[in-house]
């Protein structure tokens, strides 16, 4: 991901849901808030998977603009207040399907994850979080 996708996708995928997001919570809107959750954790997936696929997604330096018009018109549909949102979609249909499923191995994995990382940390703690 070079310089030039990382600021247009940043001002569209970020600034802006971020500050919908605050304003929604300001405002004490439950329904705006969880439609900007959903988008939260869809850009998370896409941002994750964006990263592993970069090289395959975006190859060629004269790619760059057929790719970030695609990614910023992906990240519209996400954010856009419609019935067939991108967000609601994917959340609905094909995230929350899965986690459903399989929440407690993701979760058991997330903990072991969590302390691995916090034993190569130096950060210590047993299994009920407290520290040693």
Known sequence: MDFYTLIPRT???????AFASLR???????GSSVSWMKYWVVLG???????????????????FPTYLVLK???????????DMNGSDVIFNNVLFPIFKE???Q????AETAKFSVLKSLC??????????
Do not use: Q, R
């Not at 910023?72 to 419609?82: D, H």
């Not at 993701?106 to 994995?109: C, G, L, N």
């Not at 950060?123 to 040693?132: E, H, L, M, T, V």
């Open 11 to 17: 001002l569209l995928g970020v600034f802006y849901p």
């Open 24 to 30: 929604a919570v300001l405002l004490e809107s439950p």
């Open 45 to 63: 997936v896409f941002s994750v998977i964006e990263l592993l696929l970069d090289l395959v997604l975006n190859p060629l330096p004269y790619s």
């Open 72 to 82: 910023c018109t992906f990240l519209v549909w996400c954010m856009v207040p419609i």
């Open 102 to 104: 399989h929440h407690e």
């Open 106 to 109: 993701i979760e058991e994995k």
């Open 123 to 132: 950060f210590k703690k047993d299994k009920s979080g407290k520290d040693k």
